[in-house]
Structures are given as C-alpha cells and as structure tokens.
T-cell receptor, first 113, second 114 residues
Framework: NAGVTQTPKFQVLKTGQSMTLQCAQD?????MYWYRQDPGMGLRLIYY???????DKGEVPNGYNVSRLNKREFSLRLESAAPSQTSVYFC????????????FGPGTRLTVL | SQKIEQNSEALNIQEGKTATLTCNYT??????LQWYRQDPGRGPVFLLL?????KEKRKERLKVTFDTTLKQSLFHITASQPADSATYLC?????????????FGKGTKLSVKP
C-alpha cells in the first residue's frame, strides 16, 4: 500500500500561473486535508473534506480551491499563483472516529517567482 | 487569542540524555493532544496521542504527559540517540471542533549529538 501520495514533488511557477496539486490515498479514509508549511509558521490548514462530496475552509483558504473527486482523491488548485503561496504543501488523511492520527503525504515544494 | 506554542525552536542534547519538549496552549479546551515527528523533506509521522482525561502515556522510550490545569504537555525521549534528531510537532483537537481537525504547533528541532 502506498498510503498517501502527492504529485508533483517540486514545482516552480511564475506569478499568475495556475496549477493543481494532486493527492491520493489508498487507506479507505473518509477525511482528507490540505496544509501548507512555512518556516516559523508551522502547519496551517487550507481546506479539508470530511467525506466524499463535502469540502470546508480551514485557517488559510484564500487563493485556493479544492475538489474531492472521489473517496481516494483530493486536489488543491491555485488559480493565479502569487509569491506568498511559495510553501511546502502536505496532504493528509484520517479515518472516522474521535481520536485518530493523521497520515501525511511526502509533500509538494512549490516556488512562485 | 487561541495559541499553541512549543517553547523551544531548537533543543540540543547529548546522546544518552533525556530530551524534554514542551507544548503549551491558551484559550483552548483540547479533546486530546498528539505528537508527531518530522524529518527533513518528509511529512509528519504520528507518534503518540493523549486524551484530556489521561495524565501520562508511554511508548517504548517515549513518554507524554498532559496537564490540563497548567495547559501543558511534555514530551520525553529517554536514552536519546542521534537517530532521534528531527523536528517534533504537537497538535491538539479542540473540544467541539470538526472531527479530525488539528491545530499544530510550530515544532521543536531536536539535535542529539554523539
């Protein structure tokens, strides 16, 4: 089992370009998350999806959109990238229940010039 | 305002000693608190969870305590090894918060010297 996979691993964009970060999990989990991690800021939640067909904003959703394509896949889209979106992006999943750990993907390192 | 703080950005210790990392929170009522390990260039990996009604949890060389009066969790690694060098993150879920949603601290980078 691959667990949580993310593509691409690295990406460089110019300001104003768009792109989609892909996340897939084979753990049969209901909940999926997108975080960004910046030096000195820690992990911050962008969007999450508690189940297939639902999405909700997290702490820092501005400039992003998400799609929960099916139970396995949760994508994050930057419509018009800005230098402030330079970051490392992590996807995570967790199963249903009150006390469950989150399983993280390997991350996507995005640079916006 | 609500905060979760890990007091040290970095902690350097000698191999064999006990490393103690601190996580404090304000204006939250956590349902539970979790600790994660993150290696450079990798995603965080879950280590331990402690519930609001638990005082202490152990797993091999790891021990976590939770004091809801002090609003603090301590994470201990006994007999530390250079392989324990990593960044350690604490995370809490608010009582009444959306299921699975965690608030993360900024992390403490632990370096264990041989």
């Amino acid at each position: 089992n691959a667990g949580v996979t993310q593509t691409p691993k690295f990406q460089v964009l110019k300001t104003g370009q768009s792109m989609t970060l892909q996340c897939a999990q084979d753990m049969n989990h209901n909940s999926m998350y997108w975080y960004r991690q910046d030096p000195g800021m820690g992990l911050r939640l962008i969007y999450y999806s508690a189940s297939e067909g639902t999405t909700d904003k997290g702490e820092v959703p501005n400039g992003y959109n998400v799609s929960r394509l099916n139970k396995r896949e949760f994508s994050l889209r930057l419509e018009s990238a800005a230098p402030s979106q330079t970051s490392v992006y992590f996807c995570a999943t967790t199963s249903s229940g009150d006390y469950n750990e989150q399983f993280f993907g390997p991350g996507t390192r995005l640079t916006v010039l | 305002s609500q905060k979760i703080e890990q007091n040290s950005e970095a902690l350097n210790i000698q191999e064999g000693k006990t490393a103690t990392l601190t996580c404090n929170y304000t204006n939250y009522s956590p349902a539970y608190l979790q600790w994660y390990r993150q290696d450079p260039g990798r995603g965080p990996v879950f280590l331990l969870l402690i519930r609001e009604n638990e005082k202490e949890k152990r797993k091999e060389r790891l021990k976590v305590t939770f004091d809801t009066t002090l609003k603090q969790s301590l994470f201990h690694i006994t007999a530390s090894q250079p392989a324990d060098s990593a960044t350690y993150l604490c995370a809490l879920r608010k009582v009444g918060g959306s299921q699975g949603n965690l608030i993360f601290g900024k992390g403490t980078k632990l370096s264990v010297k041989p």
